[in-house]
Every structure is written in structure tokens, then in C-alpha cells.
């Protein structure tokens, strides 16, 4: 989950700045559960590299530990070849959504 506080403190306590942040992480990677499922599933090691890198770098700027760590994990395993655990990528994808939920719930 992202800790709010301090997103909102690295944004200078600006809600709209942190309102811009939170929309573009939807537009962008929004649907990335769904896209991190399909590429392990067909095992695309390059393209499970590619987006849980991109993941693990928007989850640093949003305050988001736990879900930056579980992109590592993925990001590491396909980077080295191997195809991540099953657990790793159900982890992952259960995180983005509890994420995109609570970004949904906040924009209301």
C-alpha cells in the first residue's frame, strides 16, 4: 500500500501534485496485474523483466515498500533468466490491486 503521509510530504503536502501522481500511475500501469499474468503465463521473461522494473521504480516515488520489493523479486528472477514463482507473481499482482483500489479510493 502507498503510505500517504509520506507521499504527500515529498510532494509538499500539495494534493493536487499527489492527485497528478496517483492518475498517471493509473493511466500507465493500471491494468500491469493483468499484464505481469499474461507474460508470466506465456513466460515472457523479457517482458516480465521490463514491466516489473518500470513497477518497481513508480512504487519508489509513490511510497509504496512492500510493492517495490515484491517487483524486485519478479524484476530479479527474470532478469537472471528464470522464470519467478508462482507466489512472487500472485503477490505482486494482489498488491497492485490492493494499490490501484486505494488510489481509486482516494480520487473520489
Do not use: W
Not at 492527485?19 to 523479457?46: A, N, V
Not at 519508489?60 to 527474470?78: D, G, K, T, W
Amino acid at each position: 500500500m502507498i503510505k500517504m503521509d509520506e507521499l504527500k510530504a515529498i510532494c509538499g503536502d500539495d494534493d493536487s501534485t499527489v492527485e497528478m501522481l496517483l492518475s498517471i500511475y493509473l493511466e500507465e500501469y493500471g491494468q500491469s496485474d493483468c499484464i505481469i499474468q499474461q507474460r508470466y503465463e506465456t513466460e515472457d521473461l523479457d517482458g516480465l523483466f521490463k514491466i516489473s522494473h518500470e513497477l518497481k521504480g513508480m512504487f519508489s516515488n509513490l511510497c509504496a515498500q512492500e510493492a517495490m520489493s515484491l517487483a524486485q523479486i519478479v524484476e530479479s528472477s527474470s532478469q537472471a533468466g528464470t522464470t519467478p514463482d508462482q507466489a512472487a507473481v500472485t503477490n505482486l499482482c494482489g498488491e497492485i490491486q490492493r494499490i490501484n483500489q486505494q488510489i481509486k479510493t482516494m480520487l473520489q
